[in-house]
């Protein structure tokens, strides 16, 4: 059991190696700070604060109204010019000798670093990094900490995360803005810096992103959250990453903070929105420069409006090696703007370039109804790299007869027998369970023996999904992997009449990831009854799984007793709190929760203080349990 075992001699070693280190380079960098006298850092804070209300006013008085727009579609309100000037002549050299001094000792570590074995002792040694250079609440508002941690991650791992640059507690930002250009001549002085995923969640300043990305060439990776994206970032990204192979925009509605002048820049070098636009209709086509040239994923939401749908067709058309476009992070796919995405986006980027590479087909049961037997062949043919279909099974009223509900699951079974690719199907349920049935069962018996992933949903409080579905699923799909369940709530689960403590869901040895989770608002006071559901679903689940690798699932404050009650044998758990923001679990029902499962050896905790976390996380450090802040990717962070 990982969680009551010592953690390796690695382990512990490593763990105190490093936190000696980051404790001597925090007291280093403490000292090179302390040696600047405070009156030339207020004065030139004074400076630069009559500076930013300068510049902010010059900005203001040259804004046209006439030019703003108020239908969501124009582009998004551009930052003023950076407004940190150049400090005097006493400031500038107490500054440059404590980046000096601070780089010599950062840059020392590296060196000892690089000089280590390839071998298990680097990564025992470069996972205590990771842990140990997060920055622990009780020093939320530290500046020291925040940069002798980031210092150390950016020269040491390859993977980083960079946290928000405001405390948890007073909200104020952690690096003060005399700081901001001095920074990013200090990580200009580390490069070249080894990183090649880098993940930003909260506000930081874009100076200090982008100097980050200036100074790591080899970045394949990058993910952003919502405070994060702007513009002038992306340009950057597309400036110093050559590399960039996937790319991660944590926004429900990207269009509000990216300009369609931006975006072009950012993708499509000197195109202008217009010209971009122009280029995707005219015949023959234009040749057009694209800035990311191995660009194989990209995450930017969906929805309906015309802008980020040219997006997406350029994006699609123009980008060939493109695989991916669509949000893994999101919920719910099918009421959030998917369901016209084949229509509105890939049959135009099929008109535009022919052959996409993408994937992952959206496409709805209305509009499969309505296509030809050609325009069915040319949407099969276009796409020869699709492994996964995603339906919505809901349809009109006037497509909702026995006869057009049959035509549209000949239409799916037409295209698994098309693409013999096809592995994975998404499938979101609609009101009547025969209905669905109608839709899938002819696709599933098509692709029974080759399906491996396989999710159903309820995505909106008007359907329910039966679990004689999801049996009848299991019985069907010899082969079947991952299995995922999403309801909006979980009185959407239609259960047998008369539920005993199990249901009767066949055993697959093949079965090693289950997910079950609920989208919509929690409950605070969940009845005995629904709590009992909900585990007795749960466990039945695990019962049909004997080697079940992953488990993941949501829970509310109304069912928090599940806690205490559930055991399984899986290696991997994820725990969504589900309106984590208002409530917590406590301490002990999560110990609980980990010593009810005797094989885990890592435990992934989704919108969870970050209070809790730590306490949590550091009860456990010298076990071999591992514990994760966030979703089974560890992006969204909580």
């Known amino acids: 059991m990982a969680w009551c075992t010592a953690a390796s001699l690695e382990d512990l070693s490593s763990l105190t190696v490093v936190k000696a280190v980051v404790s001597a380079v925090n007291y280093k960098v403490k000292k090179a700070l302390d040696s600047i006298p405070k009156q030339l850092l207020v004065q030139h804070r004074n400076k630069i604060v009559k500076e930013c209300t300068e510049d902010t006013r010059a900005v203001e008085n040259s804004v046209n109204p006439s030019s703003m727009h108020t239908d969501g579609r124009g582009d998004a309100p551009q930052g003023s010019r950076s407004c940190h000037s150049c400090p005097d002549s006493a400031t500038t050299c107490c500054l440059e000798r404590a980046k000096q001094e601070i780089q010599v000792s950062v840059l020392a570590v590296k060196g000892f670093w690089m000089k280590l074995p390839k071998s298990g002792l680097l990564r025992c040694l470069n996972a205590a990094v990771d842990r140990l250079t997060e920055v622990h609440p009780k020093d939320d508002s530290d500046f020291v900490q925040h940069l002798s ?118 993708f499509f070098g000197d195109q202008s929105y217009e010209n971009l636009v122009k280029c995707l209709k005219i015949k023959p086509k234009q040749r057009v420069e694209i800035q990311f040239a191995n660009l194989k994923q990209i995450e930017l939401s969906y929805g309906p409006v015309r802008i980020i749908s040219d997006f997406h067709i350029a994006l699609l058309a123009l980008y060939k090696n493109l695989n991916l476009i669509y949000s893994e992070w999101k919920f719910n796919f099918f009421d959030e703007g998917y369901e016209n995405f084949c229509e509105d986006v890939i049959i135009e980027a099929m008109s535009v370039s022919g052959t996409l590479s993408i994937d992952n087909l959206f496409i709805k049961a209305d509009y499969l109804h309505e296509l030809s037997a050609d325009g069915l062949d040319r949407l099969v043919w276009h796409c020869p790299l699709l492994t996964t279909l995603r339906i919505d099974c809901r349809t009109t009223q006037a497509r909702s007869s026995a006869a057009a509900v049959k035509k549209i699951g000949c239409q799916l079974a037409h295209i698994a027998r098309g693409r013999k690719t096809i592995h994975s199907i998404h499938a979101n349920v609609s009101k009547d369970d025969w209905h669905t049935r109608s839709i899938l069962i002819p696709f599933i018996l098509t692709r029974a023996s080759s399906l491996i992933d396989i999710t159903l949903e309820a995505c909106s409080d008007s359907e329910q999904l039966s679990t004689s579905l999801v049996k009848l699923v299991l019985e069907t799909c010899p082969q079947v992997e991952r299995l995922r369940l999403k309801v909006w709530n979980r009185s959407l689960i239609r259960l047998p009449t008369a539920t005993s403590d199990t249901l009767a869901f066949p055993q697959r040895s093949t079965l090693s990831e289950i997910w079950l989770h609920e989208g919509g608002p929690g409950e605070i006071e969940g009845s005995l009854s629904s709590c009992r559901l909900w585990l007795v679903l749960l466990n039945s689940l695990l019962s049909s799984a004997p080697n079940i690798k992953t488990l993941s699932f949501t829970i509310c404050e109304g069912l928090i007793n599940i806690l205490v009650k559930l055991h399984s044998n899986v290696e991997r758990m994820h725990v969504h709190f589900l309106d984590g923001h208002e409530w917590q679990p406590s301490e002990n029902q999560l110990h609980a929760l980990i010593s009810n499962q005797p094989k885990l050896q890592c435990l992934f905790l989704e919108e969870i203080s970050g209070d809790l976390f730590w306490k949590v996380q550091q009860y456990y450090e010298q076990t071999q349990l591992q514990i994760h802040w966030g979703t089974l990717n560890n992006w969204p962070r909580s």
Not at 157 to 169: A, H, M, Q, S, W
């Open 149 to 266: 941690k980031l210092c150390l991650k950016l020269v040491l791992l390859t993977e980083v995360f960079i946290d928000r640059d405001y405390g948890d507690r007073d909200k104020l930002c952690v690096v003060p803005s005399v700081w901001v250009n001095w920074m990013v001549e200090l990580i200009k002085s580390l490069e070249p810096l080894p990183t090649k995923v880098l993940s930003c969640y909260g506000a930081m300043y874009p100076g200090i992103v982008e100097s980050v990305l200036k100074a790591a060439p080899n970045i394949r990776e990058l993910n952003l959250s919502h405070l994060n994206i702007t513009d002038d970032l992306l340009v950057a990204a597309s400036k110093f990453c050559p590399r960039l192979e996937r790319l991660r925009l944590l926004h429900c509605y990207p269009w509000l903070v990216l300009s369609r002048q931006g975006f072009a820049r950012a």
